[in-house]
């Protein structure tokens, strides 16, 4: 009794010198199976599942063992168990693993032989390489369970950093559109400030070739060359409007454009804040689940 007092007075020490240790207490009581009640270990892992905690503390048990672990009616039994620091002989490890919600819980009785159970009664600290053996295991299993965890978390982290690249590239080609539509714009309106000139310009030739017309109504010829000259004038100057009217909504639409790409702009640097504040969230529970490996000691 003063040997378990002790054991989990260090224990409890240890976590309070410690606030990042975890500490997975092995409780050694007697407890029932299939060939009665008797001295017993027992360690609950948070996390994990029934599955691979099974399988893992199958392959732990037979470390070191040509023997193979077998299942008889719901208790895991390994009868040549080797572990020289609980035993100098080969034993037999009998265990039963229940899944309750958020833990596994192992329970294990470790036979020298048919009535001899490893227990602190024996005192010849068998039961302290005992408590190391399941601890070491539990420790072992849980860090598996943490690391699995962190790898969620970081992978998590990493969607989070992806999605906020892809709003920055998305305001980057917004903003890339309103320059490229502003340099459009003044290109549209130097044409049509062209056009507006070479239309006056026109505008004075058809004046003129009108006039030509009335002075040739005498000679038919001459009068339909004038007429000829005419139209194409006032060809070139519907030609002309036409191109200013093509000109002018292409205009309206690239501000239709730019107003769209400046809504785009806004509405990603709102959601880029949101984003970057779930990306320092989630950095936390990474680094809170990097602590919580870290201290599986």
């Given at each position: 009794?003063?040997?378990?007092?002790?054991?989990?007075?260090?224990?409890?020490?240890?976590?309070?010198?410690?606030?990042?240790?975890?500490?997975?207490?092995?409780?050694?009581?007697?407890?029932?199976?299939?060939?009665?009640?008797?001295?017993?270990?027992?360690?609950?892992?948070?996390?994990?599942?029934?599955?691979?905690?099974?399988?893992?503390?199958?392959?732990?048990?037979?470390?070191?063992?040509?023997?193979?672990?077998?299942?008889?009616?719901?208790?895991?039994?390994?009868?040549?168990?080797?572990?020289?620091?609980?035993?100098?002989?080969?034993?037999?490890?009998?265990?039963?693993?229940?899944?309750?919600?958020?833990?596994?819980?192992?329970?294990?009785?470790?036979?020298?032989?048919?009535?001899?159970?490893?227990?602190?009664?024996?005192?010849?600290?068998?039961?302290?390489?005992?408590?190391?053996?399941?601890?070491?295991?539990?420790?072992?299993?849980?860090?598996?369970?943490?690391?699995?965890?962190?790898?969620?978390?970081?992978?998590?982290?990493?969607?989070?950093?992806?999605?906020?690249?892809?709003?920055?590239?998305?305001?980057?080609k917004a903003a890339k559109k309103i320059d490229e539509n502003k340099r459009a714009i003044q290109r549209a309106n130097d044409n049509i400030a062209t056009g507006n000139a070479d239309i006056q310009t026109v505008s004075y030739k058809i004046s003129s070739q009108k006039e030509m017309v009335e002075k040739t109504s005498a000679d038919k010829n001459?009068?339909?060359?004038?007429?000829?000259?005419?139209?194409?004038?006032?060809?070139?100057?519907?030609?002309?409007?036409?191109?200013?009217?093509?000109?002018?909504?292409?205009?309206?639409?690239?501000?239709?454009?730019?107003?769209?790409?400046?809504?785009?702009?806004?509405?990603?640097?709102?959601?880029?804040?949101?984003?970057?504040?779930?990306?320092?969230?989630?950095?936390?529970?990474?680094?809170?689940?990097?602590?919580?490996?870290?201290?599986?000691?």
């Amino acid at each position: 009794m003063i040997r378990l007092v002790m054991l989990t007075g260090a224990l409890f020490l240890s976590f309070i010198l410690s606030a990042q240790s975890v500490v997975l207490p092995v409780e050694e009581a007697p407890r029932s199976f299939s060939k009665g009640t008797y001295p017993s270990f027992q360690v609950d892992i948070p996390g994990g599942t029934l599955k691979d905690i099974d399988k893992s503390w199958q392959k732990h048990i037979a470390s070191g063992s040509k023997a193979k672990v077998e299942l008889v009616s719901g208790e895991l039994v390994l009868a040549g168990a080797v572990n020289s620091n609980i035993a100098p002989a080969p034993f037999t490890i009998v265990s039963k693993l229940v899944d309750i919600p958020g833990y596994v819980r192992i329970t294990a009785w470790f036979m020298l032989s048919d009535s001899v159970f490893v227990s602190r009664e024996l005192n010849n600290d068998q039961d302290l390489a005992t408590q190391k053996f399941v601890r070491d295991f539990a420790l072992e299993a849980y860090r598996d369970v943490v690391k699995t965890e962190l790898k969620k978390e970081e992978a998590a982290l990493k969607v989070l950093e992806k999605d906020l690249d892809n709003l920055i590239k998305e305001e980057d080609k917004a903003a890339k559109k309103i320059d490229e539509n502003k340099r459009a714009i003044q290109r549209a309106n130097d044409n049509i400030a062209t056009g507006n000139a070479d239309i006056q310009t026109v505008s004075y030739k058809i004046s003129s070739q009108k006039e030509m017309v009335e002075k040739t109504s005498a000679d038919k010829n001459a009068n339909q060359g004038a007429k000829k000259t005419l139209k194409e004038l006032e060809n070139s100057k519907k030609s002309l409007q036409k191109g200013n009217e093509t000109e002018a909504k292409s205009i309206t639409k690239m501000n239709a454009e730019i107003r769209d790409a400046e809504r785009t702009i806004a509405d990603s640097k709102e959601k880029q804040n949101l984003k970057r504040a779930d990306i320092e969230q989630q950095k936390k529970k990474v680094a809170e689940v990097s602590d919580k490996l870290n201290g599986i000691k």
